[in-house]
């Protein structure tokens, strides 16, 4: 059969209509839960939204929950490119974020909280009865060191629990395999923010920094033996730039409540901080940029300098225990002392570790959401999504559930608590003045965490 011929007859081909946008929410609870939700968000959805012809559009609301370590603007602006603008992230509370998926029919919801915050908005969820209800993703922001169980057992029924790594993931399952829950939702993946130039060493520079941590240690004889020893390393080098890199400033949450800010405890340091020394903010990446050795006692920080090559240390001299989190660095060369990096000690990362720990510095980094990404995809493609099962229930743990729940204004079943709906504001200057209630109380308890709680405990230990 000849080739058809077109001629001025034939119709014009018809454009293809555009496909509807994904439409997906992030809910966090503190500025680095931000950034692991938001960008785990863009991952998830990098197919959908790569540009080709054809490809669904992706719409990304930032929530964050009301809360002790809700971010400030000024937090969510140092977070770094997210993909949202920070001026479009509201804050809600629990029940009015329940009421939003209800209203907005999002297609996938990203839970980027502590545990028990998972649990509450999984249970709110399920009270809810959507005739087709989001794909809910959850994981955790870092190093998974403590509360293992607790925090995995918090995050069952979620259709998706990332883990950041291979190591990570055989861990869940074994818990999840242990208690009798079903395991199918742990999904292998990495950091969502690890990214960055491979490491190379600059003629003339020379850059140590320390990757501070909110809480740990804990102790002020801790927290001042680590800021002196920095401060020694700086006087030992005068030629070398020492940086302290810090995660908020005083009055700011992160994750973990700071009782003892570094700012404080440097203004009392004695001699002064020597010139090569200095207190740094901002985006952990773009620090990175300019590092040569990074310094810490067990942060995510480490990881992502890892996965650039960064020479790094993991700290030693406060020993390696659970508390600290550095027994989680045991087989991977890193750790070291404050002793030895003053004599011009540099570790050599174990390959065999960081292949089971998602770093991903051999390049294979682009492709460790493809399966967590295929996994969305397919549930996106049911008809209908199961209901939500927690292994958590009223008949499982009712000793354990309701205060949870409690806590986020939630009933045992899932529904809001009488007098927890959220209210409709009447006008502008109710708004304010709400706003400037909260924002003192949230003040007021910022105090009493970073002033008021260690006197008090200074005085019980008299």
Known sequence: MPPRTSNAADPAPTPAEPRPALRVAVLA?????????????????????????????????????????????????????????AEKVR?????????????????????????????????????????????IVTGYVGVVYEKLADGLLLRHGADVVLANSAHDAERFRAVYEGVGADASAVTEAALPFLGGAPYRAEEGRDTVVFAAQPSVPASRADRTYLLRRLVEHARLHPRREVLLKLRSKPGEHTTHIEELPYQKLAQKVPGGLPPNFRLVYGHMGEVLDRTDLLVTV???????????????????????????????FVGSGLLTSWDRLDGGYRPRPDGQWLSGQGVAADGSYSAAYDTARAKVAELLGEDRLPPLAPYYTPATAPGYLPGILARHH???????????????????????????????????????????????RRMGEL
């Open 29 to 85: 609870d503190s500025d680095t839960r931000w950034k692991w939700g938001a960008l785990t968000a863009r991952r998830l959805t990098a197919a959908a939204d790569g540009g080709e012809r054809g490809a669904r559009p992706v719409e990304v609301s930032g929530l964050l929950l009301r809360g002790r370590a809700t971010p400030t603007p000024r937090q969510l602006a140092e977070v770094g490119e997210v993909g949202i603008e």
């Open 91 to 135: 804050e809600v509370t629990a029940v009015e974020f329940l009421h939003t998926v209800r209203d907005e029919g999002y297609d996938v919801v990203v839970l980027a909280l502590v545990g028990g915050g998972v649990q509450a908005m999984l249970h709110g969820l399920a009270a809810l009865k959507l005739e087709r209800r989001p794909v």
């Open 298 to 328: 067990s942060s995510t920080a480490a990881l992502e300098s890892l996965h650039r090559r960064i020479p790094t240390a993991v700290l030693t001299d406060l020993g390696v225990r659970e508390p600290l989190g550095n027994h989680h």
């Open 410 to 456: 939630l009933a045992p079943d899932g529904t809001p608590l009488p007098g927890a709906a959220a209210p409709q504001e009447t006008g502008r200057v109710r708004g304010a003045v709400r706003e400037t209630v909260r924002n003192a109380a949230r003040g007021a308890y910022r105090h009493g965490v970073q002033r008021v709680a260690p006197v008090i």
